[in-house]
Every structure is written in structure tokens, then in C-alpha cells.
């Protein structure tokens, strides 16, 4: 197998998978089985996904998922970590102006999500009230001010607060910041050094139980640096095609595994599930190219993800509680693909903002 270096087309249709992942997910996990071993562990979740699987297979994409889709945040962290060092690893950076840049790639589009969130949730949870949008801020204040802030993730019980998935944000303006150094370190020490680091990010979120007092490291870059590494070393190498030994491909099948049953391994599952999904896209790609519909259709998603990313998991409601009334597997795949079209079209919406406020903003400036 060869790792082949990623193009724009390539990473389009990366992300278009991920953010499928990721929106499915966001919809099938709020069921009560089962839950994901996302950022924390517990061998009852497994349990449960196998008991589904096996003696109930019609459940079979609302329990994978359920238990798998978030990984699709994990390609995400990848492209990061990849995009950024095929731009600046022989281009100069200045620190500050790279993290300027960075916030102001996130910032517009992010608030306004917030205010469609507040408009969906004004609506829905208080009956049409002209003023539902303004008590839907006053409950959720400091939720929101800690996510503009991009503090949320250091405090506990405020990283998934007020919207789940926006954790994100928070946390990849982290890696924003650490990206100059980590650039460094790799330049300086290659591939040896980014191993050395991973390594020591997992042994060091093993030792801590996950854990600094109260803050998950989940929701943080450090327990996510391995991804990162592996971003910025295939990034880095500078042959067209690196042959991947099928061992890795084992070792991590087998290493996933076990995290599925021992939280000693559990501490790896973030990064060998990503080498295993990079595996089978690498494989999927040649085929989704030669598909017209499917490769247009995911492009599509992969340029929209970031709001379909943003806006997703405040319009579940009320697709997932009609679901969980069906107790129907059928009507509730029906109902999670109209609850993603209808964040298709909320998502379009945004980004038609969004370049109107910055063609705004331009013109003043």
C-alpha cells in the first residue's frame, strides 16, 4: 500500500466523508444505545454496540453510527494539521498575523451560527415568543461568552456546552497557537521527533486517567497530538508515494481492538482508528472518482462542512424526538436525512451570509 500526497480534490472529498460521519453521528448517538467511547471510556458502550449489531442488524447504521462516527472528527484534525504544513512548511510565517488569520477564518462563520442557533432555539423551545431568541441567550450566557472567549474547553462542565459539537472550536484555535512550534519541531527533528511527542502524549493521557483535575484532555490538543503528528509528517515528506508496510495497518486494526475492551489501549484508539480510516480512504478515493454522483456529492459536503459542522446539532429537534417516538429503524434513517438536508440548506444559507459580511467588511476597510 502507498501513501499518496494529498491534493485539494482529494482532501474535498476527505472532508466530505468526515462531515457524513460526523452529522449522522450527531443525530444517532443521542439514542440511548450505544454511546461512543469518544472522550471517555467504557466497556459497557462496547458491549452494547456488539450486543446490536449481533442480535439486531437492522439497527446496523444508526449503531455504527453511533459508536464510530465522531472519528470523522479525527480526519478533520489530520487536514489541519496537513493543510497548514504543505502551505508553510518552505514559506516563511509570521506568528501572529498566521493566528489573526486563523481567527478570522473562524470567527464570522462561527457567530453567525450563533445566531441561527438562537433563532432555532428561540422558535422551537418557546413556542414562537418574538423575544425566544433573547431568553435563549440569557440561559445560555456564559456558555456562549466562554466559546467566543475559546476558553470553554479549559473549564470544566463548559465544553459542551451550549452546543455539543461546537467544542471543536475552542480546541482547534489551540492547535492554531501551538502550530508555529510544532512546525519547528518537526523541521528540527523530523519524523523521530513527532513520534517521540505522540508517544508521549498517550503515555502522559494514560497516567492522568484522561484527565487534569476536572478537564478532560479529550477536549484539548493533547490528547489529540498524535493526529497532528501524523498530519504534519505525511505532509512533510517530500516523496510523492510512501509505502505504508501492511504491519501498520495490522497493528492498528489490533490496537483499536483492544481499546475497544481495555482502557490501558483505549489512550491509542483516536490515533489508530485515523490510520485505519486513512487506509480505507486511500483505497475508496480512485473509486469514488470514477463515480460521478458520489464524487460530486461529497466535494459538495467537503466545501460545506465547516457549516454544516457549525449548525447540525441544533436542528436534530424535532427530527430525532420523532425518531425515538417511530421506534422504527426505517423512519429514523428517514428522519436523520431530512434533518441533514434541512442542515444543508441552513448551512448553504450561512456560508451566502458569510461572504456577504466579509464582502461588507472589505468594502469598509
Not at 7 to 25: C, E, N, P, Q, R
Not at 50 to 74: A, K
Not at 245 to 271: C, D, K, Q, R, T
Request: glycine content about 6%.
Amino acid at each position: 500500500m502507498y501513501w499518496k500526497l494529498l491534493d485539494k480534490v482529494d482532501s474535498s472529498l476527505y472532508k466530505g466523508i468526515a462531515i457524513f460521519m460526523i452529522v449522522t453521528h450527531n443525530f444517532m448517538h443521542l439514542f440511548p444505545q450505544p454511546r461512543e467511547n469518544e472522550f471517555s471510556f467504557s466497556l459497557t458502550r462496547t458491549l452494547d454496540f456488539i450486543h446490536l449489531i449481533s442480535n439486531s442488524p437492522e439497527t446496523s447504521f444508526r449503531v455504527t453510527s453511533s459508536f464510530l462516527g465522531h472519528f470523522g472528527v479525527q480526519i478533520f484534525v489530520f487536514l489541519s494539521a496537513y493543510g497548514l504544513t504543505k502551505k508553510y512548511l518552505s514559506t516563511k510565517m509570521s506568528c501572529w498575523p498566521f493566528i489573526g488569520q486563523r481567527l478570522f477564518k473562524i470567527y464570522p462563520a462561527f457567530v453567525l451560527a450563533i445566531l441561527a442557533w438562537l433563532i432555532v432555539d428561540g422558535w422551537i423551545k418557546t413556542g414562537g415568543e418574538p423575544l425566544g431568541p433573547i431568553k435563549i441567550l440569557y440561559w445560555g450566557i456564559d456558555g456562549v461568552l466562554l466559546k467566543l472567549a475559546l476558553l470553554s474547553n479549559f473549564i470544566p462542565g463548559q465544553a459542551l456546552n451550549p452546543i455539543g459539537p461546537w467544542w471543536f472550536i475552542p480546541f482547534i484555535f489551540q492547535f492554531y497557537v501551538a502550530f508555529p512550534l510544532l512546525l519547528s519541531y518537526f523541521v528540527q527533528w523530523k519524523g523521530y521527533g513527532l513520534a517521540i511527542l505522540s508517544v508521549s502524549s498517550i503515555l502522559l493521557t494514560a497516567l492522568l486517567g484522561g484527565k487534569i483535575g476536572d478537564v478532560n484532555l479529550y477536549f484539548t490538543i493533547i490528547g489529540h497530538l498524535p493526529e497532528f503528528c501524523l498530519g504534519v509528517y505525511l505532509a512533510g515528506r517530500d516523496k510523492n508515494n510512501i509505502k505504508v508496510s501492511p504491519f501498520v495497518i495490522i497493528f492498528a486494526f489490533i490496537m483499536f481492538i483492544l481499546g475497544n475492551f481495555y482502557e490501558l489501549f483505549w489512550y491509542a484508539n483516536h490515533i489508530s482508528f485515523l490510520v485505519l480510516l486513512l487506509a480505507l480512504f486511500c483505497y475508496l478515493t480512485p473509486l469514488i472518482k470514477a463515480n460521478y454522483i458520489f464524487r460530486n456529492t461529497l466535494l459538495f459536503l467537503g466545501v460545506l462542512s465547516m457549516e454544516l459542522f457549525l449548525v447540525n446539532a441544533f436542528l436534530r429537534e424535532p427530527f430525532i424526538d420523532w425518531a425515538m417516538e417511530s421506534n422504527s429503524e426505517l423512519i429514523t434513517i428517514v428522519l436523520c436525512v431530512i434533518s441533514f438536508l434541512t442542515s444543508i440548506i441552513v448551512a448553504l444559507a450561512l456560508k451566502k451570509s458569510e461572504k456577504l459580511l466579509m464582502r461588507k467588511l472589505f468594502k469598509k476597510v
